[in-house]
Nanobody
Framework: QVQLEESGGGLVQAGGSLRLSCAASGRTFSSYAMGWFRQAQGKEREFVGSINWSGDRILYADTVKGRFTISRDNAKNTVYLQMNSLKPEDTGVYYC????????????????WGQGTQVTVSS
């Protein structure tokens, strides 16, 4: 069982930066691939990026590639999402998720989810 808690969301102007953190409970955090997803109001949840258990394989959605960076610290049971050059269309609730095994872009393949943190980018 893994419990996830996101933090770091907030209000930022376009072009600004935020760093989201996702703290995980459990001793087997390093066994899980981690994903970040987001959901804008009235829209479906979308994939943002994912990182494998060791952190040496990372995949990003085209919409965030070059602006967002995912990393993880297995000693701290934490995964991060550094978001730079933010745009109003990045606004939404950001969720981290965990799945046992390799990373995936499909949300339903993740077994555990956090409650989400709101990111609002003003123009």
């Amino acid at each position: 069982q893994v419990q996830l808690e996101e933090s770091g969301g907030g209000l930022v102007q376009a072009g600004g930066s935020l760093r989201l953190s996702c703290a995980a409970s459990g001793r087997t955090f390093s066994s899980y691939a981690m994903g970040w997803f987001r959901q804008a109001q009235g829209k479906e949840r979308e994939f943002v990026g994912s990182i494998n258990w060791s952190g040496d394989r990372i995949l990003y959605a085209d919409t965030v590639k070059g602006r967002f960076t995912i990393s993880r610290d297995n000693a701290k049971n934490t995964v991060y999402l550094q978001m730079n050059s933010l745009k109003p269309e990045d606004t939404g609730v950001y969720y981290c998720a965990a799945r046992f095994g390799g990373f995936q872009t499909v949300g339903r393949s993740y077994q555990y989810w956090g409650q989400g943190t709101q990111v609002t980018v003003s123009s």
